[in-house]
């Protein structure tokens, strides 16, 4: 099992910026990508940006690029998300999302709000 703390989310305005943490726990070992989905209310889950290990392959979804960053810190199995630029479309709970082998695991989630 795999555990997942996510951090970072809140409420800001248009044109401004917030980073989002997740920390995994547990079963940690091969963990193989890391990264993040969102989920505004009525809409199905997207992704916003996935990191492999080492960070070889890096994908963001087009509404995103040249806003948000995603990195990793494997020495610490976390993961963040710098969100910058940030619309009111963005407003959305945010889940971190990481592979192990043949199984997903997702965190709990963390809500951010764009708005003025």
């Known amino acids: 099992q795999v555990q997942l703390v996510e951090s970072g989310g809140g409420l800001v305005q248009p044109g401004g910026s917030l980073r989002l943490s997740c920390a995994a726990s547990?079963?940690?070992?091969?963990?193989?990508?890391m990264g993040w989905y969102r989920q505004a209310p009525g809409q199905q889950r997207d992704l916003v940006a996935r990191?492999?290990?080492?960070?070889?392959?890096?994908n963001y979804a087009d509404s995103v690029k040249g806003r948000f960053t995603i990195s990793r810190d494997n020495a610490k199995n976390t993961v963040y998300l710098q969100m910058n630029s940030l619309k009111p479309e963005d407003t959305a709970v945010y889940y971190c999302?990481?592979?192990?082998?043949?199984?997903?695991?997702w965190g709990q989630g963390t809500q951010v709000t764009v708005s003025s």
């Open positions: 990191i492999t290990s080492g960070g070889g392959t890096i």
């Open positions: 999302h990481v592979v192990r082998g043949n199984y997903g695991y």
């Open positions: 547990g079963s940690i070992s091969s963990i193989y990508a």
